[in-house]
């Protein structure tokens, strides 16, 4: 699944710990829908967390 920073920018992300693809919750927060992570990432874009 592709998902959209508030930026714009577009990427499939997988989790770090089971690299699962990152869904998207409805307040654009990215989740792990397998181990349920809300990883914190910085977009590459930018630089703001995601
Ligand atoms: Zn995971
Ligand atoms: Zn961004």
Redesign the pocket.
Known sequence: MVVE?????KRDIYCRECGTELIQNPRGELLCPKCGRRPAIL?P????L?
Not at 5 to 9: D, K, Q, S
Not at 45 to 48: D, I, T
């Open positions: 920073h508030t930026c714009g920018f977009c874009h930018c630089g703001k995601w």
